[in-house]
T-cell receptor
Framework: KNEVEQSPQNLTAQEGEFITINCSYS?????LHWLQQHPGGGIVSLFM???GKKKHGRLIATINIQEKHSSLHITASHPRDSAVYIC???????????FGTGTKLQVIP | NAGVTQTPKFQVLKTGQSMTLQCAQD?????MYWYRQDPGMGLRLIYY???????DKGEVPNGYNVSRLNKREFSLRLESAAPSQTSVYFC?????????FGPGTRLTVT
């Protein structure tokens, strides 16, 4: 069974700081998904990646398949980045998805 | 495109009552999913449908039934609600790996 662990569970940062959220998993996967959930809000897809690195605006996601590890970086953090960030791995014949418990980020002005 | 829509947004039920959560997607996706999200736990799969006419149990199917009415719609039914089913329910759809989520339904069972 795939276990997905995220760290840290909670993170408070000052506006402008560089932020890193980590995700580790235990079995081989097809792809990894980073999601964002604002308080009381829906879930939005940030990145889907299976190798290397992707960048969108101030967000960067990397994955190391050999080490079974992915990171989500936020550069020049802003209060609007405050949200829960969820890592999810995809594997198995029916796109079995395993979710991490999320990292709650608060960015203080 | 509306993406994935869910109704209702909020619902309060008494123990033993039944209800159906509706989900629809307009992205022509084959796969659709129902998840529940509880504090301190990751999203957990209740049921999924890989294509129209097929459904399969996920990690936590007990107390739920589903119907894939057509390619667009996937409903989740609680036949006899229990307080343990108090949760936020998300529907999602996928045409490949990436999943697209609905806005969620916050259900409270008293």
């Amino acid at each position: 069974k795939n276990e997905v662990e995220q760290s840290p569970q909670n993170l408070t940062a000052q506006e402008g700081e560089f932020i890193t959220i980590n995700c580790s998993y235990s079995v081989g996967i097809s792809a990894l998904h980073w999601l964002q959930q604002h308080p009381g809000g829906g879930i939005v897809s940030l990145f889907m990646l299976s190798s290397g690195k992707k960048k969108h605006g101030r967000l960067i996601a990397t994955i190391n398949i050999q080490e079974k590890h992915s990171s989500l970086h936020i550069t020049a953090s802003h209060p609007r980045d405050s949200a829960v960030y969820i890592c999810a791995t995809l594997s198995g014949g029916y796109q079995k998805v395993t979710f991490g418990t999320g990292t709650k980020l608060q960015v203080i002005p | 495109n509306a993406g994935v829509t869910q109704t209702p947004k909020f619902q309060v039920l008494k123990t033993g009552q039944s209800m159906t959560l509706q989900c629809a997607q307009d992205m022509n996706h084959n796969s659709m999913y129902w998840y529940r999200q509880d504090p301190g736990m990751g999203l957990r799969l209740i049921y999924y449908s890989a294509s129209e006419g097929t459904t399969d149990k996920g990690e936590v199917p007990n107390g739920y039934n589903v119907s894939r009415l057509n390619k667009r719609e996937f409903s989740l039914r609680l036949e006899s609600a229990a307080p343990s089913q108090t949760s936020v329910y998300f529907c999602a759809s996928s045409g490949g790996y990436e999943q697209y989520f609905g806005p969620g339904t916050r259900l409270t069972v008293t």
